[in-house]
């Protein structure tokens, strides 16, 4: 690993801090060298399972979301670029490799190996925690021909996406009738708006259009389509173009690519809070509460806490400005991790898991599955412990090629990062009580826009210069 550290975090409950630090220093464990199967630094990163080395689209955009806080120490991009390498004549990335042979695995149940497009969704990201525009213009030629691949292979005559259930991943959830899944549409659509995101920052108006009105037209059929007022809610639809009655966590994707409106997204988010459909005491159950098939064990996708969903769902909240009821999802998602890493019971081993139990403390149970949930399972609990602890508990959001760092707190707290590595500027900010009142101290090695948003409260804008400063929040 290279010399710099990662960075440091600051927070009142040092359990968090803990948990954090325990991520990166368990993720060197999964970088494998593919001919080998031995842990190395310029590997990928790698669940093995069982003497098969897969590596997972899925699990690979998701990482990216966490890597790029390493200060360079993990790659963020690598696995996302096996998967470009692989790309086909006819612009196919399948979603599963046996990394050791290069061949995809196309099982009966998704033959294509069609999995979630989040790629531009990915790069959007990798682009504003690293400002390389280069990469970009690389890269898009490889997005485009797989989105234009998705669209001749499985797009119907209604605009919508018909794909097997399985291309989720959601291996378990009752949704065997779905022929068009809420899940594969509204992540078409997060793909489509950042392909035109990328387009513009490409100053491509071309590229930049031909996308957005994709995104428009799958909005529209999605809200025409698959909302249901009845339930609140957003459904897979049979072949017949049916509304299935299943409420799953497949049906917030759709916040993520802002599909509701005010109205609609009022509704969809009160799901959330409601004890008798997602609001479980371990926020967010895979299926409602209210299902006949619901299990408070977990049982795989009916009921499980999955943290990259957990991820996706907060995500979706900051796009409609909930950036206090995400925090809070967070915290309570961290305190459940939190508790199967450190058991209070002495004899129980603790670690992190790939799926928890909706009700209580613990890991998931899929009963006659012994191989679920996967213990030390970082391509997810990652999420929570570094992205969500870093932009949601923390609550920072930064944009390189903006020059902008935007803190956004409910309230004042002892917290803060030390040595965020930005491209060759090491960025430190904290928040302390002086006798002076609250203060922010600063570093950093080039001029950046610093905007401090006290949610309620106040909200400011400031350029901050190189070197160390502090400024007092009475006098904003």
């Known amino acids: 690993m290279n010399k710099h550290d990662f960075p440091k975090i600051h927070f009142y409950d040092q359990d968090f801090v803990d948990i954090y630090n325990k991520s990166w220093n368990m993720l060197s464990d999964y970088w494998i060298d593919p001919k080998s ?85 990915a790069e959007f990201n990798l682009y504003h925690k690293s400002a390389n525009k280069k990469r970009i213009k ?14 001749e292979t499985f797009k119907q005559e209604n605009g919508l996406y018909a794909v097997p259930a399985a291309a989720s991943t959601m291996m378990n959830a009752p949704r065997e009738k779905a022929y068009y899944p809420i899940d594969f549409n509204a992540a078409m659509a997060i793909n489509a708006s950042h392909m035109s995101a990328l387009g513009d920052i490409l ?20 809200n025409s389509m698959m909302w249901d007022n009845e339930t609140g809610f957003y459904h897979d639809l049979d072949k017949e173009g049916n509304r299935l009655p299943e409420k799953t966590i497949a049906g917030f994707w759709p916040l993520l690519a802002e599909i509701p409106n005010a109205d609609k997204s009022e509704v969809l988010i009160a799901h959330l809070n409601n004890p008798k459909t997602f609001g479980t005491d371990h926020p967010f159950p895979s299926l409602s509460a209210d299902s006949p098939n619901f299990s408070e064990n977990g049982e795989g996708f009916r009921g499980s806490v999955f943290p990259m969903l957990n991820f996706m769902i907060i995500k979706g909240l900051e796009k409609y400005q909930q950036y206090e009821f995400a925090r809070e999802c ?7 991790i939190l508790e199967g890493l450190i058991p209070n019971d002495d004899n129980k081993k603790g670690d992190v898991y790939e799926a928890y139990l909706p009700c209580k403390e613990g890991k998931a149970i899929w009963t006659g599955k012994d191989d679920f949930p996967r213990p030390h399972f970082l391509a997810g609990t990652g999420l929570s412990a570094i992205a969500l602890m870093i932009e949601n508990v923390i609550g920072l959001s930064i944009s390189l090629p903006r020059k902008t760092v935007d803190w956004v707190i409910p309230n004042l707290e002892i917290m803060g990062i030390e040595n965020l ?5 090491l960025i430190t900010i904290l928040s302390n009580k002086s006798n002076r009142g609250w203060e922010i101290q600063m570093e950093s090695e080039k001029l950046y826009y610093f905007t401090i948003n006290i949610i309620d409260q106040k909200k400011k804008t400031l350029p901050i210069p190189s070197g160390k400063c502090s400024m007092l929040i009475d006098k904003l």
């Open 421 to 425: 590595s930005l491209k060759r500027n």
């Open 37 to 121: 199967g031995e842990k190395a630094a310029d590997g990928y990163f790698i669940y093995p399972m069982n003497d098969r080395l897969v590596i997972d689209q899925f699990e690979s955009i998701f990482s990216s979301f966490f890597l790029v806080y390493s200060n360079r120490n993990f790659d963020a991009n690598k696995n996302i670029d096996y998967f470009y390498a692989h790309q086909e004549e006819n612009g196919a990335i399948r979603w599963q490799y046996d990394i050791k042979t290069n061949q995809p695995i196309l099982p009966p149940e998704n033959p294509e190996g069609v999995g979630l497009p989040l790629f531009a969704w």
């Open 203 to 222: 100053n491509d108006k071309e590229l930049s259009f031909q996308y957005r009105r994709l995104y428009f037209s799958i909005k529209t059929r999605i």
């Open 138 to 151: 690389e890269v898009m030629p490889i997005l485009q021909k797989h989105m234009a691949w998705i669209e």
């Open 330 to 336: 967070a915290i309570r998602h961290l305190y459940f």
